[in-house]
């Protein structure tokens, strides 16, 4: 049983370029979301899918995109990065989008833009 | 916006217990989570408070009281592999989770 997977593991990127973060469930979950975790800031929403086929704008989307053609994928894409977007990115996944849905985290990706 | 607080950093022996608070002013409210995480790892959940009191799970315990905007998270029996970051993360309206910072907890022998 895998839960969520996140690829690649770590990056170095120079600025300027595109990076897709790639991320898979295998829970069936209808829910996915891309966080990024800074020091000090915490864990904050960049965009979100509730459902295959929809997706929304979390806190910090700007310099982000994502899609979401099927349940178990949900990549993130940098389409030209900034230093500003170094951080560690976690996938997450829950079951449905109402009050108790535990979010299921992956192992995370560590970029570093250069 | 959502403000959610907790301090940054907590120090304790093992064996012993901790109390790690969380206050919250968040655009409406529906449930608090306490996740934790070790370095280098991802969040893990703990536990889920949606009604005021105390919900006890083994040597965790987590307490809320929506009236005060206000929750803590106590570990009992301090083991050293407790020492972790403990994440409050509060669902409002848009039945998004908002995070705080994190409290790191490093248990000393």
């Known amino acids: 049983i895998a839960g969520i997977t996140q690829a690649p593991t770590s990056q170095i990127l120079a600025a300027g370029r595109r990076m897709t973060l790639r991320c898979t469930q295998d829970m069936r979950h209808n829910a996915m979301y891309w966080y990024r975790q800074d020091l000090g800031l915490g864990l904050r929403l960049i965009h979100y899918?509730?459902?295959?086929?929809?997706?929304g704008k979390g806190e910090v989307p700007d310099g982000y995109s994502v899609s979401r053609a099927n349940t178990d994928d949900f990549p993130l894409t940098l389409a030209s990065a900034v230093p500003s977007q170094t951080s560690v990115y976690f996938c997450a996944s829950s079951e449905g989008t109402g009050d108790y849905n535990e979010q299921f985290f992956g192992p995370g990706t560590r970029l570093t833009v250069l | 916006g959502q403000n959610i607080d907790q301090p940054t950093e907590m120090t304790a022996t093992e064996g012993a217990i901790v109390q790690i608070n969380c206050t919250y002013q968040?655009?409406?409210?529906?449930?608090l989570f306490w996740y934790q995480q070790h370095a280098g790892e991802a969040p893990t959940f703990l536990s889920y408070?949606?009604?005021?009191g105390l919900e006890e799970k083994g040597r965790f315990s987590s307490f809320l009281s929506r009236s005060k905007g206000y929750s803590y998270l106590l570990l009992k029996e301090l083991q050293m592999k407790d020492s972790a970051s403990y994440l409050c993360?509060?669902?409002?309206?848009?039945?998004?989770?908002?995070f705080g910072a994190g409290t790191t907890v490093t248990v000393r022998a």
């Open positions: 968040t655009s409406g409210f529906n449930g």
């Open positions: 899918s509730n459902t295959a086929g929809t997706t």
């Open positions: 993360a509060v669902i409002g309206n848009d039945y998004k989770l908002s």
């Open positions: 408070n949606v009604l005021d």
